[in-house]
């Protein structure tokens, strides 16, 4: 996605949290929307930015560089915490700016994000009042420009493709059929692995108890806990496979089985 620089006077980034490859290197997401965005901003917008605080590094060289007044605040809902995310605010510089700032400055501020991954807790939680105002600058008119691959016009071409055909038969297998009768009878060990392959899934019963079956295997723990005479626990887990069904009635009422 393109768009000309300088035309946003907010922009909240919340980039997906995963690796990139590039042509010589592979580098964080995080960096990489940073990156290609940051231009977009207006000298004096605002940057909203939400990262894993593990990964603040990666984004420090442009932060400093081209940022001011940047803070770091620590999110605490539920998910936040999963994700040990952080919000980083800063204004973007003007061009002024950038050319009275020194290398002292620069590495001062990419010293102080280190320092925050090194030491978390020491970043403070994002309060229910403002520390601070940021003035927002009126962002002006602005167009997205899409240059990437057409995956709406792939996506309905595809099928039409002699090699995407030729996979098809391994990627959609033709379902599978199982019929006759066994010459002995089957044991339960046979039953259970009949059941989660697919061979007892279908449509079933008539009138009120007309169903539908799904099978699947589900791997069970079990944890067991032993204290020795001097007092130390251990821990013990031993994994093991059922069986699960899912029948779901005409009615809407749906049962597990285990």
Same mark, same amino acid.
């Given at each position: 996605? /393109?768009?000309?620089?300088?035309?946003?006077? +907010?922009?909240?980034?919340?980039?997906?949290?995963?690796?990139?490859?590039?042509?010589?290197?592979? $580098?964080?997401?995080?960096?990489?929307? +940073?990156?290609?965005?940051?231009?977009?901003?207006?000298? !004096?917008?605002?940057?909203?930015?939400?990262?894993?605080?593990?990964?603040?590094?990666?984004?420090?060289?442009?932060?400093?560089?081209?940022?001011?007044?940047?803070?770091?605040?620590?999110?605490?809902?539920?998910?936040?915490?999963?994700?040990?995310?952080?919000?980083?605010?800063?204004?973007?510089?003007?061009?002024?700016?950038?050319?009275?700032?020194?290398?002292?400055?620069?590495?001062?501020?990419?010293?102080?994000?280190?320092?925050?991954?090194?030491?978390?807790?020491?970043?403070?939680?994002?309060? *229910?009042?403002?520390?601070?105002?940021?003035?927002?600058?009126?962002?002006?008119?602005? *167009?997205?420009?899409?240059?990437?691959?057409?995956?709406?016009?792939?996506?309905?071409?595809?099928?039409?493709?002699?090699?995407?055909?030729?996979?098809?038969?391994?990627?959609?297998?033709?379902? $599978?059929?199982?019929?006759?009768?066994?010459?002995?009878?089957?044991?339960?060990?046979?039953?259970?692995?009949?059941?989660?392959?697919?061979?007892?899934?279908? #449509?079933? !019963?008539?009138?009120?108890?007309?169903? #539908?079956?799904?099978? /699947?295997?589900?791997?069970?723990?079990?944890?067991?806990?032993?204290?020795?005479?001097? !007092?130390?626990?251990?821990?013990?887990?031993?994994?093991?496979?059922?069986?699960?069904?899912?029948?779901?009635?005409?009615?809407?009422?749906?049962? #597990?089985?285990?």
């Amino acid at each position: 996605m /393109q768009c000309p620089v300088e035309c946003f006077g +907010l922009s909240y980034l919340n980039p997906p949290y995963d690796y990139t490859l590039g042509p010589a290197d592979s $580098r964080r997401t995080e960096q990489s929307f +940073l990156s290609h965005t940051y231009r977009w901003l207006k000298p !004096g917008g605002v940057l909203v930015l939400v990262i894993p605080g593990d990964h603040l590094a990666e984004c420090s060289q442009i932060l400093s560089t081209h940022f001011r007044d940047v803070v770091v605040y620590r999110l605490e809902a539920h998910e936040c915490v999963r994700y040990r995310q952080v919000v980083v605010i800063g204004t973007r510089r003007s061009r002024r700016e950038k050319e009275r700032l020194t290398d002292s400055d620069i590495t001062r501020a990419r010293h102080y994000c280190a320092s925050l991954i090194r030491n978390p807790s020491q970043i403070p939680a994002l309060p *229910q009042e403002p520390e601070a105002r940021y003035d927002v600058p009126v962002s002006g008119p602005a *167009q997205l420009v899409y240059r990437g691959l057409p995956l709406d016009e792939i996506e309905d071409l595809l099928p039409q493709s002699a090699a995407y055909r030729q996979a098809g038969r391994i990627l959609f297998a033709e379902p $599978r059929f199982a019929g006759g009768r066994p010459l002995i009878p089957l044991k339960p060990g046979h039953i259970g692995l009949l059941a989660v392959g697919g061979m007892l899934n279908g #449509i079933f !019963g008539s009138g009120d108890e007309r169903h #539908i079956s799904f099978w /699947q295997a589900v791997k069970l723990t079990d944890r067991i806990e032993e204290e020795d005479e001097q !007092g130390v626990i251990t821990v013990k887990e031993k994994e093991s496979f059922s069986n699960e069904l899912t029948v779901v009635y005409g009615t809407g009422q749906v049962a #597990i089985l285990k």
